[in-house]
C-alpha cells in the first residue's frame, strides 16, 4: 500500500514539472483570464443591467466564473496527456511497473488538480484588482472548491481520453463538450430568471454547482443550497475519478 | 536453475498466430537470444513475458512466478527497455531515474546511491541532470538500460536493442550488455533481427520465424551442425583439383568445397592435392554466419537489405524525433 502511495506522488511530481516546464502553457494560463475579466468583464458590463439587485457589478458577478472556466479547460483537457504519453512511450513505462492502474490514474488526477490549483490561485490573487473582496477565512475553502472542481473535470477528460487513441480525436471531442457545459454553467449569466427548458439544462451541467459554490464563496451569493453544491461537487468528483480508473484499467 | 521457463506459449490476435507453442528456459547469469525477422513474434513473446499482454494458452514463469497469478511479483522482479523510446524527454535523465525508483519503491535510503551507480555503469554521470530531449538516440537506449537496473531486477529483457543506433553506438551499447553480465552475473532475454548481435552476445539462441521457435541451442552449436564451412582454394590447376576432391565446384578457377569442421578436415585435403602435385597459392575458410542457419532452416534471409535500410531511417526518426 505505502508502495501505491509512494508511486502516486512520483506520478503527481512528474506532472507538476511537465507542467511549470512548458513556458508557454504557464504564460497563457496567466494572461487569458486576465483578458477575460479585462475586456469580457468590462465591455458586458458596461451596458448590462441586472434585473434583480443582487449584483451591481458584472465584473465581480463573472469573476468567480472566469476561475470555474479555467479550472475546467484545463482539467478536461489535461486528460490528453495520458494519449501523450501512449504516443511518445512513457505509458509503457508506468503499465510496465509493480504498481495498480488506479495509482496512475490518481496519480496523474493528483498532480494536474495541484497545477490547476496554483492556476486558480493567481487569479484568485486577481481579485485585488478588480476591487472584489471577501472574508479570508473562506480561502482554504475556496481552495478546497478548487481542487474538486479541478479533479472531478480531470477525472471526466480521462475517461474520455481512454476512448480514444489519437490526441487529434480526443481534442475534437472535448471542443464538442467544453462550450456547452461552460455556457450553461450560469458563470456568464444568472441562472435564476431563465425559461424552464434553459434552467433545466443548467441544472444538469455540473459545473453550474462548481460555479454557484465559488460564487458563494467569494461574493456570498448562491443560487443553490451551498450544502447541495458541496454534494453535486464533491460526487461529481468521486464519481469521475472512480469511472476513469476503472476505464483505464480496462483499457489497458 | 532456470530463471525464465516458458511451455508451449501461444498468443493469438483474432486469426493471427503471432506466439505459436514456443518454448525455452533460460539458465541464471545467460544471455538469451530471440532472433528472428519482423514480425516473426519477438516482441509479443516479450510483451507476454512482461505482463503486459495475456497468452492465449501455455505456462510462462519468469523469476519463479507466474505471469498470470502473480503479474505484480514478476513486474518487480524484472527490468525491461522497450523496442521504442518510453523516457519522458521533457525530464532530466535524473527525474526520469528517481521517478522509476518510486514507482519499483526502491529503499530510499539506496535511492540516491543507485542512481549514480547506474548512471555511472553507462557512462552518463555528466548527463545527469540535462532534459532527455537534448540526448542522442545512443544516450537515451543507455539511460533505459540504466533505468532498468535500478530496482536491482533479477533478469534484464532487451528488445530490440541496438535498432536504429548507427554502428558506432551499437558497439557500445554491446559493451555495456556484456559488462552487465560480466560484473553483475545478470540474466538477459533479448531479442534482435541482427545476426552479428546475436554471435557476439547470446549464450543461446532461440531462432523464431512465423511463430515459431524452429532452432534452440548455443550460437557455436548451430553453426557446427550446419554443414556450412567453405574452403576456397586457389590452385594452378583448378580443372584436376575438382576431380580429386569430392562435392567440390570450380568458380572462376576457385575451388570451393562444402564441409562440415573445415578447420578439421583442411590438412588432409591440402595434403591429399599435394600428393597429386596440385600447387596450392592460397586457402581461405568461409565459417557459416547465422544468417546462413536462418537460410538453410527457412529458406529465405533474416532480413532483405533494402527492408533493413528504411528501417534503419524510420527508427532514427523515431529516436531522434519529438
Known sequence: MISEFRAVYGIAIREVKRFFRARSRVFSSIFMPLFWLVIFGTGLGASMKFSNSTFTNYTAFVFPGVIALNLFMRSIGAGVNILVDKQYGFMKEMLVAPISRVSIVVGKVLGNSFTSLIQGCLILMLAILFDISFPLINIPFIIFTMLLISAGFLGLGMMIATFFESVQGFQLMINLFVMPVFMLSGALFPIDNLPSWLSLLTKLDPLTYGVDLLRYLILGVSFFNPVLDVLVVVGFTVFTVIIAALAFNRRN | ?322
Open chain 2, 1 to 322: 536453475m532456470s530463471v525464465i521457463i516458458v511451455k508451449d506459449l501461444k498468443k493469438h490476435f483474432k486469426s493471427v498466430k503471432a506466439v505459436d507453442g514456443i518454448s525455452f528456459n533460460i539458465g541464471e547469469g545467460q544471455i538469451f537470444g530471440l532472433l528472428g525477422p519482423n514480425g516473426a513474434g519477438k516482441t509479443t513473446s516479450i510483451k507476454i513475458l512482461a505482463t503486459l499482454l495475456k497468452p492465449s494458452s501455455g505456462n510462462v514463469t519468469v523469476c519463479g512466478y507466474d505471469v498470470n497469478l502473480n503479474s505484480s511479483k514478476v513486474r518487480s522482479s524484472i527490468g525491461i527497455v522497450f523496442q521504442e523510446p518510453s523516457l519522458d524527454v521533457e525530464l532530466t535523465a535524473f527525474e526520469n531515474l528517481i521517478l522509476h525508483a518510486r514507482l519499483y519503491n526502491v529503499p530510499r535510503s539506496e535511492t540516491m546511491s543507485r542512481i549514480s551507480d547506474v548512471l555511472e555503469l553507462v557512462d552518463l554521470s555528466d548527463k545527469r541532470n540535462i532534459q532527455v530531449k537534448n540526448f542522442s538516440g545512443g544516450m537515451k537506449r543507455r539511460l533505459e538500460i540504466a533505468r532498468g537496473l535500478i530496482h536491482h531486477p533479477r533478469v534484464l529483457f532487451l528488445d530490440e536493442p541496438t535498432l536504429g543506433l548507427d554502428p558506432q553506438t551499437r558497439s557500445k551499447i554491446w559493451d555495456y550488455i556484456l559488462k552487465l553480465k560480466k560484473e553483475k552475473k545478470m540474466t538477459i532475454l533479448l531479442t534482435t533481427h541482427y545476426m552479428e548481435e546475436a554471435e557476439l552476445l547470446c549464450d543461446m539462441v532461440g531462432i523464431i520465424d512465423n511463430g515459431k521457435i524452429i532452432a534452440l541451442d548455443s550460437v557455436s552449436k548451430l553453426k557446427n551442425d550446419l554443414k556450412g564451412d567453405v574452403i576456397i582454394l586457389d590452385v594452378d590447376d583448378s580443372e584436376s583439383a575438382v576431380k580429386i576432391l569430392k562435392n567440390s565446384k570450380n568458380f572462376d578457377g576457385r575451388v570451393h568445397l562444402s564441409v562440415r569442421n573445415a578447420d578439421k578436415k583442411l590438412a588432409q585435403i591440402l595434403s591429399k592435392l599435394s600428393k597429386k602435385g596440385v600447387i596450392i597459392k592460397s586457402v581461405n575458410i568461409k565459417k557459416p554466419s547465422l544468417n546462413d542457419v536462418f537460410l538453410s532452416l527457412t529458406g529465405k534471409q533474416i532480413r532483405d537489405e533494402k527492408a533493413n535500410d528504411n528501417d534503419w531511417v524510420k527508427n532514427r526518426m523515431r529516436w531522434h524525433g519529438h
